[in-house]
Structures are given as structure tokens and as C-alpha cells.
């Protein structure tokens, strides 16, 4: 079964269904099926946020934060 990400323009959710054969999905928010379906995987927002992390971490090393107020270099 596939698992898609969709964006409800109902409720403005964003969740991930599987979806199996010709089922139409439903919101599971508001049971829209007013859905759209988004490309690729979904970016999980934790995952989102430490890949970020992540990447600061690494620019911090290279200096590319020398651009940066003290205050927000502590930051890091
Ligand atoms: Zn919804």
C-alpha cells in the first residue's frame, strides 16, 4: 500500500494516508475529501527540524555564520 502525504484544503491539515486500490481518502481531521495529494515523501517536521540542526552545526564549523551578532552565534 502506498502512503501518500495530503495537504486537506478544507482544515488546511497536512497527514500521511495509505491509501489502498481506488479508496478515495478522507481528512482524518475533518472527513474532507477535499484532498491534495503532495509530491514526494512526506518531511516529517521532526526530521525536518534536525536535518536544520543539523545543517547549522555544520555551517557554525565552516564559519558561515560570521555574518552573525554574538548574541546569535551563543545560540549555536
Ligand atoms: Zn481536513
Known amino acids: 500500500m502506498p502512503l501518500y502525504s ?9 497527514f500521511e ?5 481506488d479508496d478515495s481518502p478522507a481528512c482524518p481531521h475533518c472527513h474532507s475529501a ?6 514526494g515523501a512526506a518531511a516529517l ?6 536535518a536544520i540542526a543539523s545543517a547549522r552545526r555544520q555551517a ?3 564559519g ?4 552573525y551578532s554574538k548574541a546569535e ?4
Open 6 to 14: 495530503y495537504h486537506c484544503t478544507a482544515c488546511g491539515q497536512e
Open 17 to 21: 494516508l495509505l491509501v489502498r486500490g
Open 34 to 39: 477535499a484532498l491534495e495529494r503532495l509530491p
Open 45 to 50: 517536521p521532526g526530521k525536518t527540524r534536525a
Open 60 to 62: 557554525a564549523r565552516e
Open 64 to 67: 558561515h555564520f560570521s555574518h
Open 73 to 76: 552565534k551563543a545560540k549555536l
